[in-house]
């Protein structure tokens, strides 16, 4: 099984919960404690963050292919590199983010975006990367960041199954042992309709990893139904306070939410259980409460016992009402009144 620092990941182990940071820190180191403050008294048991600068994943450029044009975008009518630029997080914050999270006993790792990050991330001493959807066929980054030895998360939203193996292979060629894939759609805000969380099963089965949710959409659905089938982390992104903004607040949940997030998907660990048939410790009680046999009417001793002379009620204090065929055209030892619980005692040997 693969740790994230201290945290087991895999199936038989509760789900790891990440809380992603992002850019909803609005430019401000206070802001960005706080978040991580907020992700350990949500009950999250790992923070994330991305490193990067605007001028590594871009050019300052204003043509039609650098604008964020699609309908429907929280990113709308800007550029790529004022967005980037805007959401990244300093360099010279990370040391203080991750000491914060260190000290509130959370995990904490980052997205790198290209190699200058995963060295400066190395210099941090960071138990684990994720690569971004977005960079799954950027295979010398996943060169670069398997080489380090650490777990890897690879998001696989967009990528298409020889994408996904690709970059499986590459990570694995370069040395890395532990590695898990997450679903993803990559769309903000997400449609939980598109989720397709049945892939899920499915990636566990075609790749032989452990599989876990990165999830954009708005709710708690997906990340609880994930949890049921088959993923050992879900990653979600956090904000202080949707109304106050942050370029990711749009698909952010607030503390709150992420307290309910942390319920809901534990709920969902706990339910799955083992394959169980049969009254579990917490049924045995309820089962004095199915039916059994008691007379309609008042039956004379040596009286013969016909169908309708039964009623089938509760509780199981007599005959089970699954043998009412054993008691019919039975005789009474005794005389008995109506609504009488019918035992077994009360009946003649079987003529038959």
């Not at 805007?86 to 997205?111: D, M, N």
């Not at 004379?300 to 016992?305: A, H, L, P, S």
């Not at 169908?307 to 509780?315: E, G, K, S, Y």
């Amino acid at each position: 099984m693969m740790k994230i620092g201290r945290l087991p990941v895999g199936p038989g182990s509760p789900p790891v919960i990440v809380a992603e940071l992002s850019g909803n820190h609005n430019g401000s180191l206070r802001r960005a404690l706080r978040l991580v403050e907020a992700a350990a008294k949500a009950g999250a048991q790992a923070i994330k963050i991305q490193t990067y600068t605007a001028q590594t994943i871009t050019l300052p450029s204003k043509a039609k292919p650098f604008q964020i044009s699609h309908r429907g975008s929280l990113w709308r009518g800007t550029t790529l590199h004022r967005l980037y630029q805007r959401a990244h997080t300093p360099w010279a914050w990370h040391e203080p983010i991750f000491a914060r999270a260190k000290q509130l006993g959370l995990v904490y790792f980052s997205t790198p975006f290209d190699n200058t990050a995963v060295d400066f991330l190395e210099s941090l001493q960071v138990p684990a990367y994720k690569i971004a959807s977005f960079e799954i066929t950027h295979l010398p980054l996943i060169e670069r960041v398997a080489q380090t030895g650490k777990p890897v998360l690879l998001s696989i939203g967009m990528a298409t199954v020889p994408e996904i193996r690709a970059a499986v292979r590459t990570a694995k060629d370069a040395g890395c042992r532990s590695l898990i894939l997450l679903k993803c759609t990559s769309s903000y805000p997400a449609d939980v309709r598109q989720s397709n969380l049945l892939t899920l099963p499915d990636m566990q089965r075609r790749f032989r990893l452990p599989v876990g949710l990165s999830d954009h959409t708005l709710g708690l659905g997906a990340a609880a139904a994930a949890v049921a089938l088959g993923a050992c982390l879900v990653e979600k992104h956090l904000c202080l306070s949707r109304d106050e903004g942050g370029v990711d607040a749009g698909f952010s949940l607030e503390p709150g939410e992420m307290r309910q997030l942390v319920r809901a998907v534990r709920d969902s660990w706990s339910g799955l259980g083992k394959v169980q048939y049969g009254a579990t410790p917490g049924e045995k009680s309820s089962r004095r409460f199915r039916r059994s046999i008691f007379l309609g009417r008042a039956l004379r001793k040596k009286e013969r016992i016909h169908f309708r002379d039964l009623l089938f009620l509760r509780p199981r204090i007599g005959i089970p009402v699954e043998e009412y065929r054993k008691v019919l055209g039975r005789k009474l030892k005794q005389n008995l009144g109506k609504h009488a619980a019918l035992q077994w005692q009360h009946l003649l040997p079987s003529s038959r």
